[in-house]
């Protein structure tokens, strides 16, 4: 089962619509990343996240961190054509030294004109 | 700053045959990953390097898979012979210190789109 779980799988809204993109650890988490990518680009930081009920800001984008329930959550304000791509999220969730960042699957994310 | 800079962008290649991916690191950053990414499995790491030493390489497939990191500037991930399994888009990326650790971030190249026909 994948150590990080990422809801929903694809999602398709209309531009100026606000939008919820979720990550689920089976693990503790140290530390949640989410990045955007788009086709055939790499993997663009968005934000980190370390402590329980921390929250950050980017533009239109807000991510916050449950520490407890182990999950994170993205949401997209008024959400733009630009905003298309598929969302990402990372976790260190091993601990220790044997350091491994975690992705999930993805979130693809189509936005209407 | 460059960015972590990788090539070929494009490979396409017949079974059997062997492939070379390479990548160049930002300046100055200390850790090395290679990912894997393909639609069933998702990012997958493969293997990832601390001041050019292997740490963990838990992730890297079977023996078909190598990976060398001969200076501070540049690593190779080598699959030999190449199946067509081994389909997958290749990420390199780098960071300075242990993400999550020191909250550094990790900056992903543009990845090498592999094909093995």
């Known amino acids: 089962s994948q150590e990080l779980e990422q809801s929903p799988q694809s999602l398709i809204v209309q531009e100026g619509k606000n939008l919820t993109i979720n990550c689920t650890s089976s693990?503790?988490?140290?530390?949640l990343y989410w990045y955007k990518q788009k086709y055939g680009e790499g993997l663009i930081f968005l934000m980190m996240l370390q402590k329980g009920g921390e929250e950050k800001s980017h533009e239109k984008i807000t991510a916050k961190l449950d520490e407890k329930k182990q999950q994170s959550s993205l949401h997209i304000t008024a959400s733009q054509p630009s905003h298309a791509g598929i969302y990402l999220c990372?976790?260190?969730?091993?601990?220790?030294?044997?350091?491994?960042?975690?992705f999930g699957k993805g979130t693809l994310l189509t936005v209407n004109p | 700053d460059a960015g972590v800079i990788q090539s070929p962008r494009h490979e396409v290649t017949e079974m059997g045959q062997e492939v070379t991916l390479r990548c160049k690191p930002i300046s100055g950053h200390d850790y090395l990953f290679w990912y894997r990414q393909t639609m069933m499995r998702g990012l997958e790491l493969l293997i990832y390097?601390?001041?050019?030493?292997?740490?963990?390489d838990s992730g890297m497939p079977e023996d078909r898979f190598s990976a060398k990191m001969p200076n501070a500037s540049f690593s190779t991930l080598k699959i030999q012979p190449s199946e067509p399994r081994d389909s997958a888009v290749y990420f390199c990326?780098?960071?300075?210190?242990?993400?999550?650790?020191?909250?550094?971030?990790?900056?992903f190249g543009e990845g090498s789109w592999l094909t093995v026909v």
């Open positions: 990372g976790a260190d969730i091993r601990g220790g030294s044997n350091y491994k960042l975690t």
């Open positions: 693990k503790t988490l140290y530390g």
């Open positions: 990326a780098s960071s300075f210190g242990l993400m999550g650790r020191a909250g550094n971030t990790i900056y």
């Open positions: 390097f601390n001041n050019n030493v292997p740490i963990d």
